[in-house]
């Protein structure tokens, strides 16, 4: 492939809520661009990207899925995300590679907790996003509310280029609001057919085409000045300033359709086209070797840059997926490993469709490919030129907030049940495996209930361990209530030989912001830099451990104010102990709170359950924030801690018979009861 090609590649990814429709217009788009010949469904196990059998046993993603179509002379490389928010970990790592994406909505409900969150993962990184409200044929689907919720609750400036033909059932196609001509699936067709906008719509259609070009004109200079001297946009200067507006993430362009019956997919795709920006179209990608930053242009020739993100340790060897950043990359070539620090050498290039590969015989810049043949890179992995080392910033881990104990049931199957766990955080670092100090168990920490369901049935059907799983608890922290000042910590040490001498004096306070912040008040050089910076990391040891149950500490803020030195005892070792050990007992000396992962919980149920849902999610110490009404259905949003939610799927289905659904995602840590007691 030729730098000049790299405009013609588009790496994007889909984004939803679960269950708004993600993997159906995937399989739609691979069906529209020739690449299927026949049309997966979800319901009936057929997809191309969930091909996992639990993936398909439960009707929903859990693992992101790559796969290469072309479209109208464009090579592209989608990722199909989870939507479920116990598998957000995916979606990040996804996002943290992609050029562009495409976020669907349900035309019934608008944006839903998991649209907004994978939104704002989007934002973190600054990907350019169009939008595609699916499901128009729904009974009660109505594209200006949805609409509406993207502007309130995402706050871009959503510019609506379709209006629907017909509603509901009656839902038969859109008017282009840019050419000015109606796009119509007549009976069923897969194909649309271009006609005039119908009589009935050509004031309604003329309406909105002078509301869009309004709202373009208020955003881009050069529309502005068109629209000034001729009142009135062409298309060519609208669809050019869409695309600098979605490109600078100024706005976001939204079209409508149904996946389902494959209405509206070829628009989508031009819009992808039209809209969404290729390799050369992003900043250069940034990265840092010997303290200093870099750029790496997307360009073929430029030394080579590629970011893991993604691994999947099958039975006949890792596959390893690479976002090509700048470079080339070629079969047999050898790669430096920035963060191991070792060379690792290139096997095979493979161009990915899901569970089926194309083997190639290189990758450029822009490209996304899976590789065989590397033994150590994990996701976030930089992999390099080894005559021009680069250090990418790799994508964010979120921390596990439940965990389970696990053990094989049978004593000869211990050790593969090690190997197997290890292989699993090998390929989803978002799962941490543990050795409990004091019962000995091993313990899995995940994302939530469905993560360690799915983390554990793999190890079951994958490997052939029947495991014994324990009751699923939640991973607590502790945090400082109200500190101490003036905490005087002496460590002295003498057994022979040289001693360790080190004296501290702590000040401890809350910190709102979270996390952890150290900082030196010291004056006249009574402790030298360098056993400031000891201080600091013995303090760092001593968050891991907080003295109400052990549990990680966190929100609080410590100054060194004080200290002395021995003129031949004192040392890095005997500061990094008096940090520690001073910070430990300072922390005894406080008043610690325990706290706990709550969640915001949204549930949809008839109208008649709601009294006993909301008596429900009171006696699991939920807060009601919000209740709506759609479709004819209550939705109640409440906040509640996460450990009370265990189980509630089924109470709540034995409740609504059958009828209710909720969706939960965190939204972090609150002070847990005095009484709580700590499994």
Avoid at 267 to 280: E, R
Avoid at 408 to 437: G, K, N, Y
Avoid at 529 to 555: N, S
């Amino acid at each position: 492939m030729r730098s000049t090609s790299l405009t013609t590649v588009r790496n994007l990814g889909i984004l939803a809520h679960v269950d708004a429709g993600k993997t159906t217009v995937t399989e739609r788009i691979l069906y529209a661009t020739g690449t299927t010949y026949k049309r997966g469904e979800v319901h009936d196990g057929t997809t191309v990207t969930d091909f996992d059998p639990q993936e398909r046993d439960r009707g929903i993603t859990i693992f992101a899925a790559a796969v290469s179509c072309s479209w109208d002379g464009h090579r592209i490389n989608l990722i199909d995300t989870p939507g479920h928010v116990d598998f957000a970990d995916e979606v990040e790592r996804s996002l943290r590679v992609l050029d562009g994406a495409v976020a669907v909505f349900d035309a019934v409900a608008g944006v839903e907790p998991q649209s907004e969150s994978v939104w704002r993962q989007a934002d973190r990184y600054g990907v350019p996003r169009i939008a595609f409200v699916n499901k128009m044929d729904r009974a009660g689907a109505d594209l200006d509310a949805a609409v509406a919720s993207i502007r309130e609750r995402l706050h871009p400036a959503p510019l609506v280029v379709h209006l629907p033909i017909g509603a509901e059932d009656g839902f038969t196609g859109v008017v282009d609001l840019l050419r000015m001509r109606a796009l119509v699936w007549a009976d069923g067709a897969q194909t649309p057919e271009e006609r005039p906008v119908p009589d009935a719509l050509r004031a309604e259609a003329a309406r909105r085409r002078r509301a869009l070009e309004e709202a373009v004109a208020e955003r881009h200079p050069a529309a502005l000045e068109e629209f000034c001297d001729r009142e009135t946009l062409t298309a060519g200067t609208l669809a050019a300033a869409l695309r600098d507006l979605t490109r600078a993430g100024d706005a976001v362009v939204v079209l409508c359709g149904s996946a389902y019956r494959n209405w509206g997919i070829e628009p989508l795709l031009d819009a992808v086209v039209a809209y969404l920006p290729s390799p050369v179209d992003v900043p250069p990608v940034r990265g840092t070797h010997g303290g200093t930053e870099q750029e790496r242009a997307a360009d073929p020739a430029a030394p080579l840059a590629a970011l893991a993100f993604k691994v999947n340790a099958t039975p006949t060897g890792r596959l390893t997926y690479l976002r090509v950043y700048s470079g080339t990359i070629e079969k047999g070539d050898t790669v430096w490993d920035a963060g191991t620090r070792r060379t690792e050498r290139i096997g095979r290039i493979l161009r990915v469709r899901a569970d089926r590969h194309d083997p190639l015989e290189r990758a450029v810049a822009g490209d996304i490919v899976a590789v065989i043949g590397l033994k150590s890179a994990r996701a976030g992995s930089t992999l390099c030129a080894p005559g021009a080392p680069l250090v990418l910033e790799p994508p964010g881990v979120a921390e596990p907030v439940v965990h389970v104990a696990v053990e094989a049931r049978r004593s000869a199957d211990t050790d593969r049940l090690a190997s197997a766990l290890a292989r699993l955080t090998e390929e989803d670092p978002s799962l941490a495996v543990r050795s409990d100090p004091e019962t000995g168990q091993t313990v899995l920490s995940g994302m939530g209930e469905l993560h360690l369901e799915v983390a554990v049935e793999r190890v079951r059907r994958e490997h052939g361990i029947e495991v014994a799983v324990g009751r699923p608890g939640v991973a607590y922290r502790e945090t400082v209530g109200e500190g101490v000042a003036g905490f005087v910590f002496r460590h002295v040490k003498q057994d022979g030989g040289a001693g360790q001498f080190a004296h501290v004096v702590l000040d401890v306070e809350p910190w709102d912001e979270g996390g952890f912040v150290f900082r030196s008040a010291v004056v006249g050089g009574r402790v030298p830099q360098e056993f400031v910076r000891a201080v600091e990391a013995g303090c760092r040891d001593a968050l891991a451990e907080g003295p109400l149950g052990g549990h990680p500490v966190t929100g609080l803020r410590v100054t060194l104010t004080d200290g002395q030195t021995h003129v031949k005892d004192s040392s890095d070792t005997a500061f990094r102990t008096a940090g520690r050990l001073g910070l430990r007992d300072a922390l005894r000396a406080s008043a610690m709170v325990l706290l706990e992962p709550v969640v915001e919980v949204t549930v949809t149920v008839p109208e008649d359950a709601v009294g006993g849902v909301l008596g429900d999610l009171a006696a699991r110490r939920g807060r009601v924030t919000g209740s709506d009404t759609r479709a004819g259905a209550a939705v109640v949003t409440a906040t509640v801690p996460l450990v009370e939610l265990f189980g509630y799927a089924t109470r709540l289905r034995s409740r609504t018979q059958g009828r209710g659904t909720f969706t939960a995602r965190p939204t972090g840590y609150a002070p847990a009861p005095a009484v709580t007691q700590v499994p």
